[in-house]
Structure formats: C-alpha cells, structure tokens
C-alpha cells in the first residue's frame, strides 16, 4: 500500500509541475462531477467519434494537424457530449482539451449544419450513426 501512496504523491506533483496548482485542482474537481454512468457515456461517445472519423483518441485530444476528419471528429463530439451528457461547454472543453472558445465555435458551427450540403449531410449522418451507437454501447455494458 505504501508503494501505490508515493507513487499517486509522485504523480500528484508532476502534474503540479506540469499544469500548475489551479489547473491540477481544477482537473480533480472535474472528475469528481460525474457519476460512473456518466463517465461510460462521455468515454463511449469520445472512442465511438474516433472509430467513425477514422482516428485515434490521441489524434482528437492532443493533435495539431487541422485535418477535416479532426476537425467534423471535434464538432461531432462536441455537440453530442452537450446533447447527451448536458454538460457545459467549459467541461467539454476539459474533457476534450480544448479551449473553452474554441468549443464554443464548433457546438455552434455544428448544430447548425445544413442536410441540403453534401458535406454537413454526411457529417450530420455520422452524428446520428455515433449517437445511436454510444446509446447501444451504454445500454449494452
């Protein structure tokens, strides 16, 4: 039991180190917020995106490359983790590292996708594809 304690206080100060006090604090309390069910649900939806946009759950959070698959797979996850979930834009922007801004760019860009364009008619197809899925990966577990 001692080696799991100085191992979490080692960890606990390198993200100190990396992310300062405010955000480590900030980071804890955020996923203390949600309820097993939840946390399934938000983690079902993000790895569903992922699959159906063809990359990695890396790629999504941490990538720079601005490509239309990274992008629609933002936006996607973005509007169905608020629909789904009902949570705010601020925790989607924790969970999804991005800034707060920036969500709020694609949450409007994306509910707002017209099925007369070709393009938005197929991303608004994948949308509803993943949603019915995660439903069915949730109920299922």
Do not use: W
Request: charged share 30%; with cysteine; net charge positive.
């Amino acid at each position: 039991m001692k080696g799991k304690s100085a191992y979490l206080i080692e960890v606990l100060l390198k993200t100190i180190d990396k992310l300062g006090i405010s955000k480590t604090i900030e980071v804890l309390e955020v996923s203390h917020n949600y309820n097993d069910s939840e946390k399934r649900l938000i983690k079902t939806i993000i790895v569903t995106t992922c699959k159906h946009f063809n990359i990695d759950e890396k790629t999504l959070l941490n990538g720079r490359k601005n490509s239309p698959n990274r992008t629609n797979a933002i936006g996607v996850c973005s509007v169905l983790l608020l629909r789904m979930c009902e949570i705010t834009q601020r925790e989607i922007s924790d969970i999804l590292k991005k800034d707060a801004t920036l969500i709020n760019r694609y949450i409007k860009k994306y509910q707002n996708l017209d099925v007369n364009f070709k393009a938005d008619a197929v991303v608004l197809s994948k949308m509803e594809e993943i949603k019915e899925e995660s439903i069915k990966q949730v109920q299922i577990n």
